[in-house]
């Protein structure tokens, strides 16, 4: 079992529709980041979230500690958002970056 | 200007052989990674340096050496590269190489070892 879970590993939706990306870890972190990988394989940060919630245009990032859960929404999607979501935490008292599998997200037209 | 580059974007090599990837960043940052990624698309960190001195070095065979010359250069040299060997590998930096720095990526390196 992956310490970082990702759900769900794929994801199709209709452009406009909200979409919402979860991200489950085994224990205490310091730091949990949402990436974005590219269909051309490049991968961009897109939030780095220690507590609360953070908002970025249509991407909204959410993190609850004590239940070691973050969501990441996408509100009225596009095709432009089709990508691999990907959430990586650093545990606690160390400097391990552990992964999630990603998420692979395709927004239709 | 690029951020985080990295030479080459592609690289073709026969097993055995010893190569390098070269990463470069221009953001003035004091921490710089490397990643693998595979072919099922799952990221692993390899290494981290921070102002030229090792502060993360994960379960990576010792074929792997990375170097640091100055703080805006990290090179990974593979030494007798096998097939397993094959994947995408990110260069990135960061500020100060706490967890809750951004990271900037490389565009990746492809490696195909036949």
């Known amino acids: 079992k992956n310490e970082v879970e990702q759900s769900p590993q794929n994801l199709t939706a209709q452009e406009g529709e909200f979409i919402t990306i979860n991200c489950s870890y085994s224990?205490?972190?310091?730091?949990l980041h949402w990436l974005q990988q590219h269909p051309g394989g490049g991968i961009v940060s897109l939030f780095m979230?220690?507590?609360g919630k953070k908002k970025h245009g249509r991407l909204i990032a959410t993190i609850n500690i004590q239940e070691k859960h973050s969501s990441l929404h996408i509100t009225a999607s596009h095709p432009r958002d089709s990508a691999v979501y990907i959430c990586?935490?650093?545990?606690?008292?160390?400097?391990?970056?552990?992964f999630g599998t990603g998420t692979r997200l395709k927004v239709l037209a | 200007d690029t951020a985080v580059s990295q030479t080459p974007k592609y690289l073709v090599t026969q097993m055995g052989n010893d190569k390098s990837i070269k990463c470069e960043q221009n953001?003035?940052?004091?921490?710089m990674y490397w990643y693998k990624q595979d072919s099922k698309k799952f990221l692993k960190i390899m290494f981290s340096?921070?102002?030229?001195?090792?502060?993360i070095n994960e379960t990576v065979p010792n074929r792997f050496s990375p170097k640091s010359p100055d703080k805006a250069h990290l090179n990974l040299h593979i030494n007798s590269l096998e097939l397993g060997d094959s994947a995408v590998y990110f260069c990135?930096?960061?500020?100060?190489?706490?967890?809750?720095?951004?990271?900037?990526f490389g565009p990746g390196t492809r490696l195909t070892v036949l």
């Open positions: 990135a930096s960061s500020q100060a190489g706490s967890s809750t720095d951004t990271q900037y």
């Open positions: 224990v205490g972190i310091s730091a």
């Open positions: 953001l003035g940052h004091d921490t």
């Open positions: 990586a935490v650093v545990f606690s008292g160390t400097y391990k970056y552990i």
């Open positions: 979230l220690s507590s």
């Open positions: 340096y921070n102002n030229k001195e090792l502060i």
